[in-house]
């Protein structure tokens, strides 16, 4: 029985897709594709050097800013070789192997990623709360401390993903609706009963997505709460302000991360193309998008820039 099982999770075969009906084009679709991934590469990994190159930016937000980085690199590179691979060489078959192995990378840097956000969220609730304690309470190695916290906690959730899926058997050539591979997606491609990946996937989504946004919300009701016992209308605005960056970070992320994970879920034969486009947004918009506005919106990040390229 196990050699059959076996037989059959081997000669199964996963296609990816990219964007169905536009096969004609794909090659011109790729550039744009290619020219996203560029700028999210080299956008973070310029961030990450300014970050590191100047002592003046070694602060709590920034560190924090540094992780964020990190994380859309992750995602970038987790998904650039299927990406591309598509739109480029109308590579569309993947292994299992491959497949859970890029599920668990993805995954990974995506709960991270929520939990970077929700570090950040406390950062500026300390830093609008109690700024004169702000250097004490969030020092270096407390903020290493809680960072290996969130990403021990994002790799152990997800570690058991790709194990239950490979315990599946897989009996016919499946069509994946992503030019990647996602658990919510990839265990329904399964002919086995998928009812403890179901259970556990989404307990693990609400316990990290769910669970970071709703301590997200939280901490924006005390910041609110704080700014508005503030006296002087300016200083108001001011603390509100160092807030901006973050917001649009979270919108950006947890958007399209809830939508996709809710469309796959519970939605019952929705159109083919709002999944591909959810898809393509939660994976490529926030690593393009987060170092560009954090360098708009930081004064002190982007007088460095500035200062960088002026030589």
């Known amino acids: 029985m196990s050699a059959v099982n076996n037989t059959k999770f081997n000669s199964a075969v996963l296609l990816l897709t990219g964007i169905p009906g536009q096969e004609d084009v794909h090659l011109w679709i790729s550039i744009p594709f290619c020219l996203m991934y560029v700028i999210s590469i080299l956008g973070n990994s310029f961030i990450l050097f300014i970050i590191k190159t100047d002592p003046t930016l070694h602060e709590p937000m920034y560190i924090f800013l540094s992780m ?15 990406t591309l691979g598509i739109f480029l060489f109308n590579s569309r078959e993947i292994s299992l192997d491959a497949c859970f192995a890029q599920l668990f990378f993805i995954h990974s840097f995506s709960f991270t990623e929520s939990s970077v956000l929700l570090l950040m969220a406390f950062d500026r609730f300390v830093a609008i709360r109690n700024p004169l304690r702000y250097a004490s309470i969030l020092t270096p190695p407390r903020i290493a401390k809680m960072g290996l916290v969130f990403v021990l906690r994002g790799v152990a959730v997800i570690f058991p993903l790709p194990i239950l899926l490979k315990r599946y058997r897989y009996c016919r050539i499946s069509i994946l609706s992503h030019c990647y591979c996602i658990n919510q997606e990839v265990m329904k491609m399964a002919c086995s009963d998928i009812s403890v990946s179901s259970i556990y996937g989404l307990f693990v989504t609400v316990s ?104």
């Open 68 to 82: 964020l980085a990190v994380t859309d690199l992750g995602l970038s590179i987790s998904t650039i070789p299927s």
């Open 208 to 311: 990290t997505v769910g669970l970071d946004s709703l301590l997200i919300l939280l901490s924006y009701v005390m910041i609110l709460k704080t700014v508005l016992n503030i006296a002087s209308h300016t200083e108001r605005l001011r603390a509100l302000s160092t807030c901006i960056s973050h917001l649009c970070a979270v919108l950006l992320f947890y958007t399209p991360v809830l939508g996709l994970s809710v469309i796959h879920r519970f939605v019952k034969n929705p159109s083919p193309f709002l999944p591909i486009l959810i898809g393509y947004v939660y994976l490529v918009v926030p690593p393009l998008m987060n170092p560009i506005v954090y360098s708009v919106k930081s004064k002190h990040l982007r007088a460095r820039i500035i200062r960088v390229f002026v030589k």
